[in-house]
């Protein structure tokens, strides 16, 4: 194994940020292909920018963020974070205490951690479950989470996601809905309605997924609690600073759920182009994915047999993505945890307009490389430890 722990992925991150830049230095950002899905976008202009040096600036943004942030969100008053796993972690704090339970319904395996482990913090006990004939709300139960769409991007069914809500009310359990890509995805394509209009008292999103913004977590919901949750997040300096609001009040207004419809139809033409050869591809709402499990099965299909681990061969198949044909997706650059499912997302402004044929070619060499990579561990180490 070569990234065996938390640590390893962080030194990871940090080679892959590495390669970025040399190719930002030695080729320029048009030679790389941001298919994250997260933008980390920055949008301000000049006099926003110098608005910032001054006490003004804060006033002004915040202010603004309670507007286009409920327009975003719904809910009765909003509160900007620095992660959503910050808002996951400041309502935990705020809403939990050491003893009590927290269960959480999602739509598939595996869930954000952030979730388990701010559990983990306060000392409460805590369970996942994709079945709702399973799921169930003990009575110690403080915190029902719900996740509109998991980092793999599988959506919530809406009844099911109304379904939780009226369960956890009638316990008089309030709701914490995890819509870090869901506020837009379940939204601008699936037409599911807003968390909050579905009775969520509490909704967290990220402010760069599926949109021009920055990280940032943005969280809505009832008044009483987002001012128990901003409280918790004052006291632990998890809240957003001035420029991130700033970015995150340009990105909402810059959002809009076209590239998203567009990316739709795309994926359908890619998938199949990908599908003649390989069998590991699925689709997701805006792109097309490949799963640890589905990596695993194509390289045995293929008679491959390596030392790497199933972690490992997506490690290196993002490292060599990266390196030699300037594509970012997030096992490379992801943080520890992250999921190492290796998706395309295909709304993403550096591929929106790009040729599907282009960019399937710089995937099926990738992966060519990848066979041969696999067999070499010193070598695939000196890569991903770059
Ligand atoms: C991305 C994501 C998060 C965490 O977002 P951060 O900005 O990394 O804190 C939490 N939950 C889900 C479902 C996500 O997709």
Request: charged share 25%; proline share 3%.
């Amino acid at each position: 194994m070569i990234v065996n722990s938390s640590l390893d992925e962080v030194k990871k991150r940090e080679s892959a940020l590495k390669i970025i830049k040399e190719i930002i230095n030695n080729e320029g950002r048009d030679s790389l292909y941001d298919v994250t899905g997260l933008s980390g976008g920055f949008i301000a202009s000049d006099e926003e920018l110098n608005l910032l040096e001054t006490y003004v600036g804060p006033a002004i943004f915040e202010d603004e963020l309670q507007i286009v942030g409920k327009e975003h969100l719904g809910g009765e008053k909003v509160l900007a974070v620095n992660r959503t796993s910050s808002g996951i972690l400041a309502s935990i704090l705020a809403l939990v205490k050491k003893g009590e339970h927290v269960s959480h319904f999602l739509a598939e395996f595996p869930a954000h951690p952030s979730i388990p482990r701010s559990c983990e913090i306060v000392g409460a006990s805590y369970d996942e479950f994709v079945e709702i004939d399973k799921f169930t709300i003990p009575e110690n139960s403080s915190l029902v989470v719900i996740t509109g769409s998991t980092m793999d991007h599988k959506v919530i069914d809406e009844d099911l996601f109304k379904e939780v809500i009226d369960m956890a009310h009638e316990k008089d359990v309030p709701v914490l809905v995890d819509d870090a890509s869901g506020a837009r995805l379940r939204t601008a394509v699936f037409k599911q309605n807003k968390a909050t209009e579905l009775g969520a008292d509490l909704v967290v999103t990220s402010t760069d997924k599926l949109m021009p913004g920055p990280r940032g977590g943005l969280m809505a919901g009832r008044e009483d609690l987002i001012n128990e949750v901003k409280i918790k997040a004052n006291q632990f300096g998890l809240e957003a600073q001035p420029p991130l609001i700033l970015a995150m009040v340009n990105a909402i207004k810059n959002y809009t759920g076209d590239n998203l419809v567009k990316a739709i139809s795309r994926k359908e033409e890619f998938f199949n182009l990908l599908s003649k050869k390989y069998e590991m591809f699925e689709k997701t709402p805006t792109g097309v994915n490949v799963s640890e499990l589905s990596l695993k099965k194509q390289l045995k299909k293929l008679d491959i047999k390596t030392e790497l681990s199933d972690k490992d061969c997506c490690f290196l198949w993002a490292m060599i993505l990266l390196k030699d044909y300037g594509i970012i997706t997030i096992p490379a650059v992801g943080m520890p945890g992250a999921s190492v499912s290796i998706r395309f997302d295909l709304s993403t402004q550096d591929v929106i307009d790009m040729n599907l044929n282009q960019l399937y070619e710089k995937i099926d060499a990738s992966f060519e490389k990848l066979l041969i990579l696999s067999q070499d561990i010193e070598k695939s180490k000196e890569l991903i430890f770059y």
